[in-house]
């Protein structure tokens, strides 16, 4: 095992739709995303004409660190989060900046990425 450390200024990989920007590292096995949603977006606006898909088809763990969002569930469960709420979304779902400011929060998922080959 060896210390990493890597920095969220400095992504492995950046990937963007309108209005959100998502910041990429990979560590330990895990993918750690800081994600930026400006005001005024909304998932089912903004992108599922890009990912396709009635509901959004990924599960979200991460905490909250600026701004406010909404998350809906098809069958009509609603939830708003703020900076220092932790949460859990399940997949299905539709989510939404609330205010004037962009949200930005931190999520951890396993790194379902392939192994590199050993040399």
Request: net charge negative.
């Amino acid at each position: 095992m060896r210390l990493i450390g890597k920095n969220l200024g400095a992504p492995d990989e950046t990937d963007e739709l309108p209005m959100l920007l998502d910041e990429v590292v990979r560590v330990g096995g895990y993918v750690v995303t800081r994600e930026t949603l400006e005001p005024g977006w909304r998932w089912s606006e903004h992108a599922r004409p890009e990912l396709r898909g009635e509901w959004c088809d990924t599960r979200h763990v991460g905490m909250t660190v600026s701004g406010r969002w909404g998350v809906e569930l098809p069958a009509g469960e609603r939830m708003e989060f703020g900076p220092g709420d932790v949460f859990e979304v399940p997949a299905g779902h539709d989510s939404w900046t609330i205010g004037e400011e962009p949200c930005v929060t931190i999520e951890w998922a396993p790194d379902q990425s392939p192994m590199p080959s050993a040399p």
